[in-house]
């Protein structure tokens, strides 16, 4: 059934899309900022059983450093060529619009497109993600998906192909090309397809994250994550951030725990692990939340500095991800080139 969305739940949708990121994602103040058009809302978020499965679709997302999206302007209508170049590849209009990747910045991205096109309450991902063959319709090996992207000074990019990899690698290429940070666009797919290949109902899963996550913020922490649906992993004070000898992308953070455990948390784009006293406490593609203990902010990875107090929260992955063990070596540790942290989600 379609909900309506109002501007005053912006706010507890951007906090429960950052909760939703992992550590990764992006902040989502740049879409907070673009999204306050009057004109815009309400915006009517529809369920895939309201629309017709034949619909085409197409997903948004911005690509690359989401420390660069933070300081340079975005365009009016940062999509609208790569939309347009989509369209006419395939020959007509695309109505409906979901969300690429469901946590962090990109989690607002569809509703950009509110009052022109369908939104839809569905994602590819669930939660932050960094890369592009990781998206489920790819992980699904749906056909017939293009992608377009900017390359920079105005241009545009259309990729069609059977390997998934090659979505990343060249959109990754490009997007490099175009000054680190850009548009991409997913299409040739419908809302049919969304049914067995997508997640269902990030949007709504944020907003109720959002509201119980202000509601609760400065609560004992037990009852914040039991607001949250998830469980406190550790508390305690950054002490290290080493670097892995073989991914200089990869981290361990070690947190000297309010009772003595020595905590090692785990992260690369987003946050993937956690440990306690050596054993595996939580690992990707559950949902591994940093806050800062004392003002209760949602951190990213670059967040996590020495001598700063830290809460670490798990809450549950998106089901989608573990209905195969196809689909989930795509999100767990070891596709990120991190061996021996599988197995806690």
Known sequence: MARTLELAQLPALARGFSLLGSGGGGTTIMLELMLPDAATWPITLYELDDLDPSMPCLGAAFV????????????????????????????????????????????????????????????????????????????????????????GAGGVMLVQTDRPIDME????????????????VFAGFTVGDLVEHSI???????????????????????????ALGGRVLGLGRITSVVPDAR????????????????HRIIT???????????????????????????????LEVTDLVLARTVAVLELPAPQWWSRSPERMRHVVPSAYGIPDLDGAA
């Open 64 to 151: 690359g450093s989401t420390m660069l999206l933070g300081e340079r302007l975005v365009a009016e209508a940062p999509f609208a060529r790569l939309v347009a170049a989509a369209e006419r590849w395939l020959g007509e209009p695309v109505p409906v619009v979901c969300s690429l990747e469901g946590g962090g910045l990109n989690g607002l991205t569809p509703l950009t497109f509110a009052g022109e096109r369908m939104v839809v309450d569905a994602d590819l991902t669930g939660r932050a993600v960094p890369s592009l063959d990781q998206m489920s319709l790819l992980v699904d090996r749906v056909p017939g998906v293009i992608a377009t992207c900017d390359t």
């Open 169 to 184: 690698r060249v959109i990754r290429s490009a997007t490099v090309q175009a000054g680190g940070a850009g548009g991409t």
């Open 200 to 226: 269902h109902g990030s949007t709504v899963r944020a907003l109720e994250l959002g509201e119980a996550f202000t509601a609760t913020a400065s609560a004992p922490l037990p009852e914040l994550a039991a």
């Open 247 to 262: 991914d200089p992308h990869v981290h361990a953070i070690g947190v000297d725990g309010v009772g003595g455990e020595v």
């Open 268 to 298: 690369r784009s987003e946050t993937l692990a956690f440990m306690t006293d050596g054993r595996l406490e939580a690992s990707a593609p559950s949902i591994i939340v940093v806050l800062d203990a004392v003002t209760r902010d949602i």
